[in-house]
């Protein structure tokens, strides 16, 4: 006879409730912010002046931990490049968010899809409508971590606010028995999570202007945390020419307008010379780039970058 969903979290998680009661009774992200107590009987505009005001000291909150993300940064970026992926685990808002951050990888750097992924707790449909049961059975990570024919190459990243997501630690745990490196992001002191990863990026942003409503302080956190993860890995990868993301995919006009653009200036060239060029590359804005910068030809570019590994700054000091 099949277990009922809630026999099997009993089981699967020993599940009791007032411990869990007292776990989350005592989560920073749990507590009361004294600043917004009368959020209630505030009009518009004193209510998003007292959400700016707390919004305003996530970046110095997410500042106490570069050096964590750094490393994080050069863990990503040594996978990447030896054929590694970097894949995300959440549940809710934290899932939506390695899904985001996944899914804006390959237009922006040129990435194969596969390269970045991000899981939710519940599948895609948890990103339109929320599966909260979907998040509370440890299982359901290694369960996707199966799925995704997860090796030691790989990084697996856990999300989780709270710190706590079984969903979550499901994953990492599964995660570290093959062999891969693992980061986990969270938003409350690290000393509260219960288990144990190769980089460890708690940043502590307090209690919501709403009680537990990590979708607002936590959540931006997060997005600034996995913003400076895969960018800065991608800028380590070669995706970047001086401050200009010279490796997009052109997929759609806004996308190929952009690239003209991008020749145009770094290159000092007109519109149609930049078009042509990125015609002679196939679109490959790197490879037209250096054609405009070098005038060289489409297969002595090509020869460059892959010498250089894909940088332009490498490949315009090495081409004599």
Sequence with gaps: MEESPLKLFILENNYDKEKLFQQLKNLLTEQRNPDSMEIDLAESEEIVKLINKQDLTVAESVSKKLTRIAEAVELVKNSIERGGRLLYFGAGTSGRLGVLDAAECPPTFGVDPETVRGFIAGGKEAMFTAQEDAEDYESNGVKDIIKAGVTNKDIVCGLAASGRTPYVHGAIKEAIKRGCKTIFVTTVPADSVNIDVDIMIDVVVGPEIIMGSTRMKSATAQKMVLNMITTGAMIRLGKVY????????????????????????????????????????????????????????????????????????KALSNRS
């Design 242 to 313: 001086e401050n200009v993301m010279v490796d997009l995919m052109l997929t759609n006009n806004k996308l190929k307008e952009r690239a003209k653009r991008i020749i145009m200036f770094l290159a000092d060239k007109d519109y149609q010379e930049a078009e042509r060029l990125l015609n002679l590359a196939d679109g490959h804005v790197k490879t037209a780039l250096l054609m405009a910068l070098t005038g060289y030809d489409r297969n002595k570019c090509a020869q460059l970058l892959e010498k250089n590994d894909g940088f332009i700054r």
